[in-house]
Structures are given as C-alpha cells and as structure tokens.
Nanobody, 118 residues
Framework: QVQLVESGGGLVQAGGSLRLTCAASGRTFSTYRVGWFRQAPGKEREFVASISRSGTVTHYVDSVKGRFIISRENAKNMVYLQMNSLKVEDTAIYYC???????????WGQGTQVTVSS
C-alpha cells in the first residue's frame, strides 16, 4: 500500500501562488487515482481536484476551476497541485489522497496548511 506525504504549504498573500506536492511511496502508485481535498476551520472536508492513473483526466470543484491545476509524474511517484490567484477562502489544510476509483480514497496524507492573507 502507498503512503502519502504532502508539502509546499505556507502563508501567501491573496493573488499569489503555491505549489503543493504529494510524494508517494510504493511501487503501485501509478495504479491509484489521486485527489486533493481541503478542510477549513469549522467546515467539512471538501473535494478540490482529482487526477486519473495516467494523468489524462482531471476534475475540479467549481470554486478552483481556472485557478488550480493538478498533475502527476508517475515515474517520480509525485502529484502536484498548482494553485494560482489564491483567495482568502482557499485557506485550509490540504490533504492528498489515493484510491482505486473516483469514489474511493482509502490512503491519506497528514495534510499541509495553506494560509492566504488579504
């Protein structure tokens, strides 16, 4: 089973950019779909973006479309979330997750904090 470690979070001003990285261990990483989720204080965790095993199919929540880009490099066991034009409401802990299909994510990272200031 894979293990996931997120990095790249931090403090950024509104309008700025960050790139989150999800590093995976395990030789079967390319067989997993990967998603990014986030949880803001006092709110439920929400889906942000996902990417297929090959990287050719992506999905985004409406609030980040046109601003965030998810990508992956299976040879490096990496998934990225490029976040541009960040807004204060993007502030949250961001989690990387992996699973066998679009509805199932059964491996989770520890999360990385993203804080966007006005």
């Amino acid at each position: 089973q894979v293990q996931l470690v997120e990095s790249g979070g931090g403090l950024v001003q509104a309008g700025g950019s960050l790139r989150l990285t999800c590093a995976a261990s395990g030789r079967t990483f390319s067989t997993y779909r990967v998603g990014w989720f986030r949880q803001a204080p006092g709110k439920e965790r929400e889906f942000v973006a996902s990417i297929s095993r090959s990287g050719t199919v992506t999905h985004y929540v409406d609030s980040v479309k046109g601003r965030f880009i998810i990508s992956r490099e299976n040879a490096k066991n990496m998934v990225y979330l490029q976040m541009n034009s960040l807004k204060v409401e993007d502030t949250a802990i961001y989690y990387c997750a992996a699973g066998p299909d679009i509805l199932t994510y059964d491996v989770w990272g520890q999360g990385t904090q993203v804080t966007v200031s006005s």
